[in-house]
């Protein structure tokens, strides 16, 4: 386990307490009230949660600034020195990344980006775990190319490594890192219609859409054109209670992150295949009445195919949770620890040595 020092840590709280002053409580002058703006956008445009162990990398940097001051430095390591190091050292320009400037940081600003207090950058290639991770690698890059003078060699010999690294990983992978993705499915007499967008609002204007082309069927006598979104697949599903339509956030896994799973079941990909013997034949039952009901009044989405079912495996509330059994509850939470969106229960699909087994 890895110990830090009192005085590391302390470095690290004052360097976050002293962002955030910069950001909320900025000296009336204009470059404090653009430094503060800047800094916001980083905010707005990061988060907290990815921005905290940034600005806890520059501990190490600013340590070692702080040892080559003169001992009479009338600045103690606290908000008076810390604050306008901060001021003086980082470019808070790219709302992806902040950047040491080189001048305050010499050759440690391409080595800035250590991943927590006290652990050295990684001499070898690395995964990109995120957006924000693969920013955060070109930032470094443009530093680097920025201040070639202030580069040291073991930083010229990491970055590259990190770029290498990169590299590989987007290159065997269609899908960089995890995306989220809005989904709908719209069932109705001719069959079942499936849309996904980016975002919430692309989705429903596709929903919207598909409304509008079929708006006759609701007796409705205004224009569909001259209505928002929202209320057009409101006033359309109302007036149509045969038809039924769903919507979910779901996350998209690259394929690499299931390749230990993918060695033992062939067909995965954003849904899992497993065999329909890890259903008790009670549950299996249920699943085929289930099918056959009007969506609006199954306890759970589900499709039938030839030989099984399809299901999601997201979360559900405690009270739909208290109408599934145990058996297919064990099986939706199996597929999404694992990072799949749905399950095809079918016959001929392999068989989990994690999960039990019933013969039927």
């Not at 600034?65 to 001021?87: E, K, T, V």
């Not at 062939?266 to 890890?278: D, F, I, K, P, Q």
Request: hydrophobic share 40%.
């Amino acid at each position: 386990m890895t110990r830090y020092a009192p005085f590391h840590l302390e470095i690290a709280a004052c360097l976050w307490e002293a962002v955030l002053a910069l950001r909320d409580r900025p000296a009336a002058d204009p470059d404090a009230l653009e430094r503060a703006l800047a800094i916001r956008r980083t905010f707005d445009r990061l988060g907290a949660e990815t921005l905290r162990p940034i600005i806890l990398s520059w501990t190490a940097t600013i340590e070692r600034a702080w040892q080559q001051l003169d001992d009479d430095c009338p600045f103690g390591l606290d908000w008076a020195y810390i604050g306008r190091w901060l001021a003086e050292s980082v470019d808070w320009s790219s709302p992806h990344h902040p950047v040491l400037h080189s001048d305050a940081a010499g050759q440690d600003a391409a080595q800035a980006w250590v991943t927590s207090i006290g652990k050295e950058p990684s001499s070898g290639p690395t995964d990109i775990g995120g957006r924000g991770d693969h920013l955060a690698l070109l930032a470094r890059a443009r530093s680097a190319i920025e201040y070639p003078e202030n580069l040291a060699n073991h930083a010229r010999s990491e970055l590259i490594a990190a770029i290498r690294g990169a590299e590989d990983h987007i290159e065997r992978s269609p899908l960089p890192w995890p995306v989220q993705l809005h989904a709908a499915a719209i069932e109705h007499r001719y069959g079942t219609n499936i849309h996904a967008a980016i975002d919430e609002a692309t989705l429903d204007a596709e929903i919207a859409a598909w409304c509008r082309e079929w708006w006759k069927e609701t007796g409705d006598e205004r224009d569909p054109a001259t209505l928002d979104d929202e209320t057009v697949i409101a006033v359309y599903f109302d007036g149509h209670p045969s038809d039924g339509w769903a919507k979910d956030l779901l996350q998209v896994m690259p394929p690499l992150l299931h390749t230990s799973f993918a060695s033992k079941s062939g067909e995965t990909g954003r849904y899992c295949v497993l065999s329909t013997a890890h259903l008790t034949v009670q549950t299996a039952g249920l699943l085929d009445g289930w099918a056959s009901w009007p969506p609006t009044e199954r306890p759970i989405d589900i499709a039938a195919s030839v030989y099984g079912w399809f299901i999601p495996t997201r979360s559900l509330d405690k009270e739909r949770q208290a109408q599934l059994p145990a058996d297919l509850l064990r099986l939706m939470a199996f597929g999404r620890s694992r990072g799949f969106q749905f399950l095809l229960l079918d016959c001929d699909g392999d068989r989990s040595d994690d999960l039990p087994v019933h013969d039927w």
